[in-house]
C-alpha cells in the first residue's frame, strides 16, 4: 500500500521544539519532492517547506525561515521538519505532501499546538 504517515505533533509551550516525521511505504521517496504544508480552520493549506528530489535544495516560507528544519533520510525512507522557537501561530494540523511527476500523495496529518 501506497502511503506517508505523519508523526510527531503534539502540544507545546512557545519556544519549544517539536520533529514531526513523515515516513512513506510503498514508493521511494528519493525520487520525490517533499513539502510540509499545514491548515488551521477555515483557511486553505499552507506550505511552509519543501525539499527538492532534484539536488536536495530546500525552501521555506517566511513565517518558519530561521526556526524550521526539513530534512530527509534515505535509509528510513522518511523526511523531517525540525521546529524550533515555536511560536501560537505555528498551531495547525500539519501535512506532507510528495508529488513526482503526475504522482503525488497526501498523509493524513498531525496536529501541532503551540501554547503559552
Known amino acids: 500500500e501506497v502511503q506517508l504517515v505523519e508523526s510527531g505533533g503534539g502540544s507545546v509551550q512557545t519556544g519549544g521544539s517539536l520533529r514531526l516525521s513523515c515516513a512513506a511505504s510503498?514508493?521511494?521517496?528519493?525520487?520525490?519532492?517533499i513539502g510540509w504544508f499545514r491548515q488551521t480552520p477555515g483557511k486553505g493549506r499552507e506550505g511552509v517547506a519543501c525539499?527538492?528530489?532534484?539536488?536536495?535544495?530546500?525552501y521555506y516560507s517566511d513565517s518558519v525561515k530561521g526556526r524550521f528544519t526539513i530534512s530527509s533520510d534515505s535509509a528510513k525512507n522518511t523526511v523531517f521538519l525540525q521546529m524550533n522557537d515555536l511560536k501560537p501561530e505555528d498551531t495547525a494540523v500539519y501535512y506532507c505532501?510528495?508529488?513526482?511527476?503526475?504522482?503525488?500523495?497526501w498523509g493524513q496529518g498531525t496536529q501541532v499546538t503551540v501554547s503559552g
Open positions: 525539499i527538492s528530489s532534484n539536488d536536495g535544495s530546500t
Open positions: 505532501h510528495a508529488e513526482f511527476l503526475k504522482d503525488e500523495y
Open positions: 510503498g514508493f521511494t521517496l528519493d525520487a520525490y519532492t
